[in-house]
């Protein structure tokens, strides 16, 4: 049974960072691209983040880039999101999700398998 358990949100200020995990079981996660959606209240979920399946490649949200980052350490099943400079409209909850492929998509219709999500909370 494949499970994704996301982990390290929280609430934080305005201006800061927070470092979100994403512990995989179930796969051989190797063989699973990983990506980072997020949902905020009222709002449909949106892709945030993607990594292929060794980290050769990574995609990132056109207004993201360069706050947030994605990294994944396959000996131990698990993907991060280093995110930084928070802002109030970064509040939301935050999912992982993966799929059985090379590629790496942000429709979220083509991903398999998700978390049941970690709460990130910015105060102004």
């Known amino acids: 049974q494949v499970q994704l358990v996301e982990s390290g949100g929280g609430l934080v200020q305005a201006g800061g960072s927070l470092s979100l995990s994403c512990a995989a079981s179930?796969?051989?996660?190797?063989?699973?691209?990983v990506a980072w959606f997020r949902q905020a209240p009222g709002k449909e979920r949106e892709f945030v983040a993607a990594?292929?399946?060794?980290?050769?490649?990574?995609d990132y949200a056109d207004s993201l880039k360069g706050r947030f980052t994605i990294s994944r350490d396959n000996a131990k099943n698990t993907v991060y999101l280093q995110v930084n400079s928070l802002n109030a409209e970064d509040t939301a909850v935050y999912y992982c999700?993966?799929?059985?492929?090379?590629?790496?998509?942000?429709?979220?219709?083509?991903?398999?398998?998700w978390g049941q999500g970690t709460q990130v909370t910015v105060s102004s």
């Open positions: 990594i292929s399946r060794r980290a050769g490649s990574t």
């Open positions: 179930g796969l051989t996660f190797s063989n699973y691209a």
């Open positions: 999700a993966a799929r059985f492929s090379a590629t790496m998509i942000r429709s979220r219709a083509e991903w398999s398998y």
